[in-house]
């Protein structure tokens, strides 16, 4: 079978490696441009691309599919089917009909949970106790076709966006290996979505990063979670951002202002809170920090060099 596959971050690694190992012919990898990043604004080049020329692949990087020349090109290389794995780039109706076995795509979350950009921070943020990945049949909507297959597993209290999505993408690659041949096969049929079921995430900007401390203990806590490791939650203490990269919801008794670094008399067990902030309800234990310009570090060793810190007044948002 002639593949071509298109995707853009690491996410989408083991599933164009999967179809390597599994002797698929990969005829071409698409992906997107290099992008400038860094303070020195060097061009870095896609994860997939980067795996896909260590196997002397071809590899495509069209600023957009709709451009010209692109269908023609595409259509060049007669492909069976094309895989899809976070590739950031809607594919138009000419695309999706030139492989006779349709366009199938990966997608990280139970869908049609969490169609969109962010499906894997928006399942933490929601509280969730399970999320998956889901193999699709595509058509022309955003994560609206009918599914092949699901797979699931749960979030624990520990995952955060980067960890979970490592999960979750070698599931993906696991499951397609068993889907794909399947389809090829004609041994499945596609079921589709339930619309009433379905609900959208767009992607996550850095301001969302900054802390409400209005808002619940628990709320706080997914957030911290959910933007590990982009754009991380952060505070301000003098005048400089203060991460928050690891934390706990607690309850309180007593009362304090909104915002205000409050010292623990208990912590869970297991947990290495060392200090708290009050917040719309209950408290949250900080476990880790990291201050602006310094390396990260745990919230008792902050303390230890921040006197006044216990007492003080964080900005509320």
């Known amino acids: 079978m002639r593949?071509?596959?298109?995707?853009?971050?690491?996410?989408a690694v083991p599933h164009l490696e999967h179809l390597i190992l599994a002797q698929y012919q990969v005829v071409a990898v698409y992906t997107q441009p290099d992008r400038a990043a860094g303070r020195g604004c060097?061009?870095?080049?896609?994860?997939?691309?980067?795996?896909?020329?260590?196997w002397e692949l071809t590899v495509v990087q069209p600023a957009s599919l709709k451009e010209g020349g692109v269908?023609?090109?595409?259509?060049g290389f007669h492909p069976d089917v094309i895989v899809v794995a976070a590739f950031g780039q809607i594919l138009p109706r000419s695309v999706l009909g030139i492989p006779r076995f349709g366009c199938i795509n990966i997608h990280p979350?139970?869908?049609?949970?969490?169609?969109?950009?962010?499906?894997?921070?928006?399942?933490?943020?929601?509280?969730d106790e399970f999320t998956g990945v889901s193999i699709m049949l595509m058509d022309e909507g955003l994560d609206t076709g009918p599914i092949l297959a699901r797979a699931q597993i749960p979030i624990s209290a520990q995952d955060t966006t980067g960890p979970l999505t490592?999960?979750?993408?070698?599931?993906?690659?696991?499951?397609?290996?068993?889907?794909?041949?399947?389809?090829?096969?004609?041994?499945?049929t596609p079921q589709p979505q339930n619309e009433a079921e379905a609900s959208y995430c767009g992607s996550i900007?850095?301001?969302?990063?900054?802390?409400?401390?209005?808002?619940?203990?628990?709320?706080?806590?997914?957030r911290v979670r959910a933007f590990y490791p982009w754009p991380g939650c952060y505070t301000r203490w003098r005048g400089r951002q203060l991460k928050i990269i690891e934390a706990v919801p607690l309850t309180e008794e007593r009362t304090f202002k909104v915002g205000e670094v409050v010292a623990l008399t208990s912590v869970p067990e297991g947990s290495e809170a060392g200090w708290g902030v009050y917040t719309g309800d209950g408290v949250l234990g900080v476990?880790?920090?990291?201050?602006?310009?310094?390396?990260a570090m745990s919230a008792a060793e902050f303390l230890r060099g921040q006197?006044?810190?216990?007492?003080?007044?964080?900005?509320?948002?």
């Open 71 to 75: 269908v023609g090109q595409l259509t």
């Open 307 to 317: 006197r006044e810190f216990i007492g003080a007044i964080l900005p509320l948002s």
């Open 42 to 54: 060097a061009l870095v080049s896609p994860p997939v691309k980067r795996a896909a020329l260590a």
């Open 3 to 11: 593949v071509i596959f298109m995707g853009s971050p690491e996410f």
């Open 287 to 295: 476990s880790r920090v990291q201050l602006e310009g310094k390396r």
């Open 166 to 188: 490592t999960k979750l993408s070698l599931m993906g690659a696991r499951l397609l290996q068993e889907v794909l041949s399947c389809w090829l096969r004609g041994e499945l």
């Open 205 to 222: 900007t850095k301001e969302e990063g900054e802390i409400d401390w209005h808002l619940p203990a628990i709320d706080i806590w997914r």
């Open 109 to 127: 979350s139970l869908l049609p949970r969490f169609r969109g950009a962010s499906p894997v921070a928006s399942a933490i943020l929601a509280g």
